[in-house]
């Protein structure tokens, strides 16, 4: 047994049984499952928010000129506030649907308890206010909305379970019925609730936003949200497609750091101020150029180099999607997955690829970004399109180079691939 055979079987021993349970986790499954379902509000809203932020200062000075730019800025104001109010009633939605109990309970118990905590007390002059503190709709809830919206559907199914209902008599209808089943879970859970934000403001934080993040949100951010960390968990992320593990199993885990990063990014730029996590982000975009393991370089190398019959058909079939950065058929097809010939190329990837972009960077080659240009085009977006809205011409050029370094990576050890092949297909006619 050869090197890449032993590496790989001890891989899919180690850490195959870990990736499964991350991937099949109830909780993780409904925070992934519940910010994706966000995407047509959050991609929709900011492609009109790129009209006011195209890299082209003679177009934005144009929109500034006539008076609409404001606009845009308010709607990418709301697509930036709204977000944590949809994580936090669609997590909870997912997670009581799994467990198959009522959603809509769920998602609207969530939502309460979420505002209810953010409405903190207010001392002006002696005068009890109450209000919702901005930043409590942008960055800083973030993390409270997925803690808040995972706590209240376990809470809720855990009550569900204990068969804990109003029954109505039969004579009841069934929907009217069905909607007092719920009612003493929410008693419970405001109550709890209460009790919870009451004993909080005793406290010095005195609200729970404020607590989150003191003791999560600044100690995560400040693990996760940094260049190192990021090309650590791609490079993980890459491992696990590897062995056919999907990404979403440890996207879905980073998600609330990426999350971060992007609100306080937007508020940054949107105040006028540095843009917070600029670099941080445009490594992860480069980490997934292609798609997961950088795969548009690997398929300009199939377009212009592969000779056998079978490596010319996949080719035909995942050149589109691959440009789109959707590299399944390249994955399950060339095959790249639990290919020991692939293996060093696709783990390798994020780390040079991320190099590249701190080289950009810290050279001074690209100086400008915006955070608009990155989160607001579609992830099938081509990534050197996505590149060039996020940081103009520099970034668009850096994201090229990654895709020429990459095809170089994969382009050996493709060659290999294709000579085996050929000879295949010759011995068989």
């Known amino acids: 047994m050869g090197f890449l055979d032993k590496l790989q079987e001890g891989l899919e021993r180690t850490i195959g049984p870990i990736a499964q349970k991350i991937s099949q986790n109830k909780t993780i499954t ?13 991609v929709g809203a900011g492609i009109i928010s790129l009209l006011g932020n195209m890299p082209i200062p003679a177009f934005t000075t144009f929109m500034e000129n006539i008076g609409f730019k404001q606009f845009i800025d308010q709607n990418n104001t709301i697509g930036n506030y709204i977000g944590p109010l949809m994580n936090v009633f669609l997590i909870a939605y997912i ?62 199914c855990f009550i569900m379970k204990k068969n804990l209902r109003i029954k109505m008599p039969e004579s009841v209808p069934p929907m009217i019925a069905k909607s007092f089943e719920p009612m003493l879970s929410g008693i419970i859970i405001f109550g709890v609730c209460l009790l919870l934000k009451f004993g909080i403001y005793q406290t010095t934080y005195q609200d729970l936003f404020t607590m989150i993040n003191s003791f999560v949100t600044a100690p995560v951010t400040a693990l996760g949200a940094n260049v190192t960390a990021i090309i650590v968990v791609f490079t993980l992320i890459n491992l696990f497609w590897f062995f056919g ?40 975009l480069a980490m997934q150029v292609g798609g997961t393991g950088g795969t548009l370089g690997l398929i300009f190398i199939l377009a212009f180099f592969a000779k056998s019959e079978r490596y010319k058909s996949i080719t035909k079939i995942s050149f589109i999607p691959a440009i789109c950065n959707i590299n399944e058929p390249l994955i399950f097809g060339l095959p790249i997955m639990m290919n020991p010939l692939l293996f060093i190329p696709m783990v390798l990837n994020p780390v040079i690829s991320g190099l590249i972009m701190v080289g950009a960077y810290d050279l001074g080659f690209i100086t400008n970004y915006n955070p608009i240009g990155q989160v607001s085009l579609p992830w099938t977006s081509p990534t050197p399109l996505i590149g060039f809205f996020a940081g103009g011409v520099p970034m668009l050029v850096t994201i090229l180079v990654i895709t020429v370094v990459s095809a170089l990576l994969y382009f050996p050890f493709f060659m290999i691939m294709e000579r085996k092949e050929r000879a295949v297909e010759k011995i068989n006619g």
Do not use: C, R
């Open 245 to 284: 593990i999907h990404p979403l199993a440890l996207v879905s885990i980073f998600t609330p750091v990426i999350s971060q990063m992007v609100t306080t990014s937007v508020q940054t730029m949107m105040a006028g101020e540095t843009i917070a996590y600029a670099k941080e982000l445009s490594v992860q």
């Open 95 to 156: 997670y009581a649907k799994n467990e198959d109990e009522n959603p809509i309970a769920s998602g609207l118990f969530a939502w309460t308890v979420y505002f209810n905590f953010m409405i903190p007390v207010l001392d002006s002059g002696g005068e009890q206010l109450q209000g919702i503190p901005a930043q409590f709709l942008a960055g800083d809830g973030v993390f409270a909305s997925l803690i808040i919206a995972t706590l209240v559907a376990k809470a809720y």
């Open 30 to 42: 409904a925070i992934s499952s519940g910010v994706i379902m966000t995407m047509p509000v959050t």
